[in-house]
């Protein structure tokens, strides 16, 4: 039989058109939901067969949808396109493909009229391999996206954190999403052309007072709505492998609102209690700290990917030593502060220096620690040393007087702000990094070997653009072979991981006794 080539969707056709395709075995009453194929040109709907319990496409609405040529003569089956060829034989779980063989999960079947039926696999397994576009089958959403379109499937997951929560929305393969509050729900727009999602996303195992649930809005939307306690949000954004991960942190009023009591007029909120109330313990500390808290750290695994960093002579690598501390210690901060960590890499890959000051400025972090290892040509080297950023005092002047903007004001009028060029952006945290690598060095002390001058200056690129108090700790030499095989047992990175977590929380305490930074 022969095919003759139909467009996809008419370009007009630009949200959504599901054009019902009717098939299906004679003996069957309840066919199962269509495929969808997306397209740059819009949607249609490929209708589905069970045969055995397998789901199967009709050949010539695939031929209509991809512009197939397909012929049934000398008891095969050929599919071509462009000058390439598919072969099928009929009760073989088979396929030719330009001369290759891939297996199907079950043989062609006739279906009602005669038709040729092959599973949904076909698709995925040989027409990809000879259409000139990419063809994306994933059947357990029911979606065949044709093309290079960015259509991320969307994962929602809430955890309540005593009287706050947190919500995670994962985006694969990566796309940015904004948040935005929108009245009684918040809204996640997504750079892509569609989202692989179904509505509602997620379904909460109990009442929630802070949100009640997470919804589709539209092809690029979702939406989280939330409930009658909700008071304030912090969200951000970070890769994790193929992902785009969003952490919006919900937080309670920090009040609410008591039942009339006599001489309260319905609609008025009481006066306040004589003595105030005692904060609720069950909120984490990353959620009740005021505005001048610790609330994000950053983390900075040096180097990863084809960049090993330094060697030692029994083969421990730098990258791998860095990535092996920075997840201890975010899986211990978390754990035991209850406030977010951003890891730069999560894995073995290279990130460039500036991506990893920009990842830490982006999500508002409020320390950045950069974790490296040494080297020296003399062996015998030893010792920590944390480093802050050092600027001479002519670029510092010179990055301060970046320049001078007049922006309007509220109530009418204009003022000036001083403006600090990206590159320099640490010029105005050197004093508290200062102070947060000093509280650094005396939780390592006698508990790490530490250099004669274990806190030094150096123009470090990864800190010199960092908007926040950051550090770079460089944990020993791994060109020492005592050294190498300290570091990398587990004694050494248990004991490094709880002096960073104790000098945050020293750091954090100092912090709200001086009345903020």
């Known amino acids: 039989m022969n095919a003759r080539p139909l467009p996809l969707l008419t370009a007009a056709a630009t949200i959504a058109l599901f054009v019902t395709l009717a098939v299906g075995l004679a003996s069957q009453s309840a066919p199962p939901p269509p495929l969808t194929l997306f397209s740059k040109d819009g949607r249609r709907s490929l209708a589905v067969t069970l045969v055995g319990g397998q789901e199967f496409v009709a050949l010539d609405d695939l031929a209509s949808a991809f512009q197939l040529a397909v012929r049934d003569e000398a008891g095969a089956i050929t599919v071509s396109y462009k000058g390439k060829t598919i072969i099928l034989t009929p009760e073989q779980a088979l396929a030719s493909v330009s001369g290759r063989l891939v297996s199907l999960p079950a043989a062609p079947a006739r279906g009602a009229g005669r038709r040729w039926l092959v599973p949904e696999e076909f698709v995925s397994r040989a027409l990809a391999l000879i259409y000139d576009v990419k063809l994306d089958l994933r059947k357990p959403s029911r979606l065949l996206i044709v093309g290079d379109l960015r259509v991320p499937h969307i994962t929602v997951r809430y955890d309540p954190l005593g009287a706050s929560g947190r919500l995670t929305v994962d985006a694969t393969p990566r796309s940015l999403g904004t ?3 929108d009245g009684d729900h918040l809204t996640i727009k997504f750079d892509a052309d569609a989202l692989d999602a179904s509505s509602p996303l997620l379904t909460l195992p109990a009442p929630q007072n802070l949100i009640t649930g997470v919804r589709v809005v539209d092809q690029t939307t979702i939406a989280v709505d939330l409930g009658p306690r ?20 919900v937080v309670p009023a920090q009040t609410d609102t008591a039942a009339p009591g006599p001489g309260t007029a319905p609609g008025t909120t009481p006066p306040p209690p004589s003595q105030p109330s005692q904060p609720a313990t069950d909120v984490p500390p990353a959620l009740s700290q005021p505005a001048f808290a610790v609330r994000t750290v950053a983390l900075d695994p040096g180097h990863g990917g084809d960049d090993d960093g330094v060697h030692g002579a029994s083969g421990v690598k730098e990258k791998d030593l860095t990535l092996s501390v920075a997840r201890r210690a975010k899986a211990t901060i978390e754990a035991r502060l209850g406030i977010r960590v951003l890891m730069t890499r999560e894995d073995d890959r290279k990130v460039p220096i500036d991506e990893r000051a920009a990842m830490a400025n982006n ?12 080297s020296s040509l003399r062996a015998s080297t030893t010792g920590a040393t944390i480093f802050c950023a050092e600027f001479d005092k002519t670029t510092a002047q010179a990055a301060i007087a970046g320049g001078v903007e007049r922006v309007p004001a509220f109530g009418g009028g204009s003022r000036d702000i001083e403006l600090v060029l990206w590159d320099f952006a640490q010029t105005r945290h050197l004093d508290q990094s200062t102070t947060f690598a000093g509280v650094v060095e005396q939780q390592l002390h006698e508990h790490i070997p530490l250099a004669a001058r274990a806190v030094d200056h150096a123009p470090l690129r990864v800190l010199e653009s960092a908007n926040m108090p950051a550090v770079l700790i460089e944990m020993g030499y791994l060109t020492n072979p005592g050294q190498e095989k300290l570091l990398a047992g587990d004694a050494f990175q248990n004991t490094l991981v709880q002096a960073l977590y104790d000098a945050i929380v020293k750091y954090r305490d100092a912090v709200a006794a001086g009345g903020g930074r």
């Open 179 to 181: 948040v935005t509050q």
């Open 230 to 249: 909700f008071g304030s949000f912090r969200s951000a954004s970070q890769p994790v492998d193929a992902t785009m991960r969003i952490v919006i942190d």
């Open 363 to 374: 999500n508002k972090a409020d320390l950045l620690i950069s974790l490296h290892a040494s």
